[in-house]
C-alpha cells in the first residue's frame, strides 16, 4: 500500500515569523497523523526558521523550487545542497506557476528532479493540463508528454521514491476542483504511464492531486483507488485547515486520521 502524502504549498505566502506561527498551532493538531506523511513547503526565507519549529516532529519540509546547477554564477537561485543543508527532504519542481509564469520547460524541470535525487532529496514532480487544453480533448497528450519529459532523468533505481502531483491548471486556485472521478482519470493514466517508464516500481510511486483542495472535498478525493495525496495550496496557509486534510477520512481510515493498519 502507498503511504498517503499530503503537502502544504505556501506559494509565496508567510514570513519566517508567520511560518513559526503556522508551526506551533499545526503540530499539536497532527501529532498523532502517523501513517501519512505530512510535508510543509513555505518560502525560501522562511526554510530555516521553520526546520527549527518542526526538529523532531512528523511534518517534513520541502522547498517550492530549486536549481538544477550544484553552485556558480546563477543569481536568485538555491542549490539542493542549500536545501538539504537546511533539512529539506523534498522539493516541488515543475509547479504549473513555474512552467507558465516563469518559463520552466519539460527538460528544465526533469533536470531539477535529477538534481534532488543525486542530492538524497524526493522531487515532488507537477503536471497538469490547462482549461483550453481540456476542452480540446488533450488532457492525456499533454500530461502524458509532461511526464514523459520531466522524469526523463529520474534514475529506475529510486523511482519508487518520487511524488508526481496532477494539478489541472483550471483548479488551481480557482475553487473549481476536478470531481473525484475526473481526477481518478487522469490518475489512473499518469499510473499507467509511469508503469512504461519504470515497470513495476509505479505501484509503489505515490500521485497526489492538487487544485482546489479543501477539508469538504478532500474525503472523496482520497477515497479514489490511484490517488495517493494531496498538494494544498489556499487551505494550507490555515493549520486548522491543513490539519483537516492530515486528517482526511475515507475507507480503511479511522476519523482519528490513524489509518486503518492494525495496531
Ligand atoms: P490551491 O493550489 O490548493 O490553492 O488550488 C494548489 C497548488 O497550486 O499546488
Known amino acids: 500500500m502507498r503511504r498517503p502524502i499530503l503537502a502544504a504549498n505556501w506559494k509565496m505566502h508567510k514570513t519566517a515569523g508567520e511560518a513559526a506561527d503556522f508551526a506551533a498551532a499545526f503540530l499539536p493538531l497532527v501529532k498523532d497523523a502517523d501513517a501519512v506523511d505530512v510535508v510543509v513547503a513555505p518560502p525560501f526565507t522562511a526554510l530555516d526558521r521553520l526546520a527549527s519549529a518542526l526538529a523532531g516532529s512528523n511534518v517534513a519540509l520541502a522547498a517550492k523550487n530549486v536549481s538544477p546547477e550544484p553552485q556558480g554564477a546563477f543569481t536568485g537561485e538555491v542549490s539542493v545542497g542549500m536545501l538539504a543543508e537546511l533539512g529539506c527532504r523534498y522539493?516541488?519542481?515543475?509547479?504549473?506557476?513555474?512552467?507558465?509564469?516563469?518559463?520552466?520547460?519539460?527538460?528544465?524541470v526533469a533536470r531539477k528532479a535529477a538534481a534532488l535525487f543525486a542530492a538524497g532529496?524526493?522531487?515532488?514532480?507537477?503536471?497538469?493540463?490547462?482549461?483550453?487544453?481540456?476542452?480540446?480533448?488533450?488532457?492525456?497528450?499533454?500530461?502524458?508528454?509532461?511526464?514523459?519529459?520531466?522524469?526523463?532523468?529520474?534514475p529506475a533505481e529510486r523511482a519508487s521514491a518520487l511524488v508526481v502531483a496532477y494539478e489541472p491548471i483550471?483548479?488551481?486556485?480557482?475553487?473549481?476542483?476536478?470531481?473525484?472521478?475526473?481526477?481518478q482519470e487522469v490518475h489512473a493514466f499518469v499510473r499507467e504511464r509511469l508503469r512504461g517508464r519504470f515497470g513495476d516500481a509505479a505501484r509503489d510511486i505515490r500521485i497526489q492531486y492538487g487544485g482546489s483542495v479543501k477539508p469538504d472535498n478532500v474525503d472523496s478525493l482520497m477515497a479514489q483507488p490511484d490517488?495517493?495525496?494531496?498538494?494544498?495550496?489556499?487551505?494550507?496557509?490555515?493549520?486548522?485547515a491543513f490539519a483537516r486534510i492530515v486528517h482526511f477520512e475515507g475507507p480503511g481510515r479511522e476519523p482519528s486520521g490513524r489509518s486503518g493498519r492494525p495496531s
Open 121 to 154: 532529496l524526493v522531487p515532488i514532480v507537477c503536471v497538469g493540463e490547462s482549461l483550453e487544453e481540456r476542452e480540446a480533448g488533450r488532457t492525456t497528450a499533454v500530461v502524458g508528454a509532461q511526464i514523459d519529459g520531466s522524469l526523463a532523468e529520474v
Open 227 to 240: 490517488i495517493d495525496g494531496a498538494l494544498v495550496g489556499g487551505a494550507s496557509l490555515d493549520p486548522a
Open 91 to 108: 522539493a516541488i519542481v515543475g509547479h504549473s506557476e513555474r512552467r507558465t509564469l516563469f518559463g520552466e520547460t519539460d527538460g528544465f
Open 170 to 183: 483550471w483548479a488551481i486556485g480557482t475553487g473549481r476542483t476536478a470531481t473525484p472521478e475526473m481526477a
